[in-house]
C-alpha cells in the first residue's frame, strides 16, 4: 500500500478497490470520491484518522493508524503509561 | 410485537432543554443518558424505518427533534452516555453492540424490511458489510447532522455538504463552554494568591490568559496563523503578555534590573500556558488527527515547560525583591 500524505497514516491500494463508495460515503472531511469504478483520493491531507473507511472497506483496500487526535488523552496516556483508547 | 419498544416524542421539552444545558456546561455528564434499546416515535409500522444512535441525551433529543413530525423507530446503543462519533472512536459505538441491540430488540421480528440507517460518525465504530453478515440488516449511512436526516429520507442520499463536517464559530462556542467553565475556580484561586504575592498585574495576567486561551482561542481558530495548534497559542500567547509586559516595566516603579525581569516573567510564563491549553482543544475540535498531534506533543511540550518554569521562578525572584525592599 501506498502512503498518501506526508501528514498522517493514510494507505492506499488501488488495485483491491471494487468501487463500493463505502469510503465516500463515510469520511466525514472528503478524501475519497469515485472516480469511474475506482475509489480516488482527492484531499489526501484532509484525514483526520478517524478509521471509518478502513473498518467499512469490504476488501481491506485502506489502512489507517487510527485513533483521536486529542492532546489531553494522549499526554493522560503517556503520562500513566496506559494505552491510548483504540477502536477494536 | 412491539414487545420491548417504548414509546416517544419529537418534542424537546424545557426540562429536556435544561439538561441540554447541563450537559454542555459539563454538570454530571454521565447523569445524562438514554436508556438503550428500541423507541417508536409516531406511530410505526412493520414497513417504518430504523435510525440508529447512541445513549447520549443530546444525541438521542437532536435525532428525535429532527424526526419530529414523522414516524421512525430508534434503536439506541449503549454508548455509557458518550456522543456518536466519540462513542464510535472508542469502538463503543460499535458492530458488537449494534448487533447485540438488534437481537435484543427482535428487530428483525418488529419490521419486515432489512435497512439500518446509522449516523454517518458512527463509521469509525461499525462495519457495515459485518453487520449484514450478521445480522441480515444492510447498513445504510446518513447524513452527518441529524437536522439534515428529513432531506436524506426524501431520497436517501447524501449531499457532500451533508457527508462534511463542519466546525463553525457557533460550534467552536458551543464546545468550548465547558472548557471555558472548567478552569474558573482554580483561576480565581491562582489570581488571589498571585495578587498576594505580586500586586494586581500578575493577578490580572492569569485571568486574561485563561480568558484568551479558553474563549478567544476558539473563536480565533482559523485566524490566528500558522497550522499547528501550538504555534497559534504561543502568538495568542504572546499578543496577551506583551501589554502586561510593558506595563511592569513601569508599575510598580523600581530601579535597577526588576523593572525587566518583571516584563520577562510575563513574557517568559503567558505564551507557553496559552499554547499548552490551545494543544487540548485539539480534543474538542472536528478535524485534528493523532499523527498530527503526536507531533506537536513531541515538538512543542518540551519548549513549553522549559519557557513556563523559567517564568515561575523568574516571579518567584521578582515577587521576593519585591517583598524584601525592591520597593523604590
Redesign the interface.
Known amino acids: 500500500m501506498n502512503r498518501v500524505s506526508e501528514i498522517n497514516s493514510l494507505q492506499y491500494d488501488a488495485a483491491q478497490c471494487i468501487g463500493c463508495g463505502l469510503c465516500v460515503d463515510v469520511c466525514p472531511h472528503g478524501v475519497f470520491a469515485m472516480n469511474g469504478r475506482l475509489a480516488r483520493l482527492v484531499r489526501p491531507a484532509a484525514c483526520m484518522e478517524c478509521g471509518a473507511c478502513q473498518k467499512n472497506c469490504p476488501v481491506g483496500a485502506l489502512w489507517v493508524d487510527s485513533g483521536t487526535g486529542c492532546a489531553s488523552a494522549m499526554i493522560r496516556a503517556a503520562l500513566s503509561g496506559k494505552k491510548e483508547a483504540k477502536p477494536t | 410485537m412491539n414487545i420491548a419498544c417504548r414509546p416517544t416524542t419529537g418534542v424537546i421539552t424545557f426540562a429536556n432543554r435544561w439538561d441540554h444545558f447541563l450537559a454542555r456546561a459539563g454538570v454530571n455528564r454521565m447523569a445524562r443518558r438514554v436508556e438503550p434499546g428500541l423507541y417508536g416515535l409516531g406511530k410505526p409500522t412493520a414497513q417504518t424505518l430504523v435510525v440508529v444512535t447512541a445513549n447520549y441525551r443530546l444525541s438521542f433529543d437532536a435525532l428525535r427533534a429532527a424526526l419530529n413530525g414523522t414516524d421512525a423507530y430508534i434503536l439506541v446503543l449503549n454508548t455509557q452516555g458518550i456522543n456518536v462519533w466519540?462513542a464510535?472512536?472508542?469502538?463503543t459505538f460499535?458492530t458488537d453492540e449494534l448487533v447485540r441491540q438488534v437481537e435484543a430488540a427482535a428487530l428483525a421480528e418488529v419490521v419486515n424490511h432489512r435497512v439500518l440507517i446509522l449516523p454517518?460518525?458512527g463509521?469509525?465504530?461499525?462495519?457495515?458489510?459485518e453487520v449484514k453478515k450478521r445480522t441480515g440488516f444492510k447498513v445504510e449511512?446518513g447524513p452527518?447532522r441529524a437536522a439534515d436526516l428529513p432531506a436524506y429520507l426524501k431520497t436517501r442520499q447524501?449531499t457532500?455538504e451533508m457527508?462534511?463536517?463542519r466546525f463553525t464559530l457557533a460550534d467552536r462556542m458551543t464546545v468550548a463552554l465547558v472548557d471555558i467553565l472548567k478552569p474558573l475556580p482554580l483561576m480565581a484561586l491562582v489570581a488571589v494568591v498571585l495578587y498576594f504575592l505580586g500586586g494586581p498585574l500578575p493577578a490580572l495576567a492569569v485571568i486574561l490568559a485563561t480568558l484568551a486561551a479558553t474563549a478567544l482561542f476558539p473563536a480565533l481558530l482559523p485566524w490566528l496563523p500558522t497550522r499547528e495548534?501550538s504555534t497559534k497559542g504561543f502568538i495568542l500567547g504572546g499578543v496577551v503578555a506583551l501589554p502586561l509586559a510593558l506595563a511592569a516595566l513601569g508599575n510598580p516603579p523600581a530601579l535597577g534590573w526588576l523593572p525587566l525581569a518583571r516584563a520577562a516573567m510575563y513574557l517568559l510564563a503567558v505564551p507557553p500556558a496559552v499554547a499548552y491549553l490551545a494543544?487540548?482543544f485539539?480534543?474538542s475540535?472536528?478535524?485534528?488527527?493523532?499523527?498530527?498531534?503526536?507531533r506537536?506533543?513531541f515538538a512543542y511540550?518540551p519548549v513549553m515547560a522549559w519557557m513556563f518554569g523559567a517564568g515561575v521562578v523568574l516571579a518567584l525572584v521578582v515577587f521576593a525583591a519585591q517583598f524584601w525592599g525592591g520597593r523604590a
Open positions: 466519540c464510535a472512536g472508542e469502538g460499535g454517518q460518525l463509521a469509525p465504530g461499525v462495519a457495515a458489510h449511512y452527518v447524501a457532500p457527508r462534511r463536517v495548534f494543544l487540548l485539539t480534543g475540535t472536528t478535524f485534528t488527527s493523532r499523527a498530527g498531534v503526536r506537536e506533543i511540550i
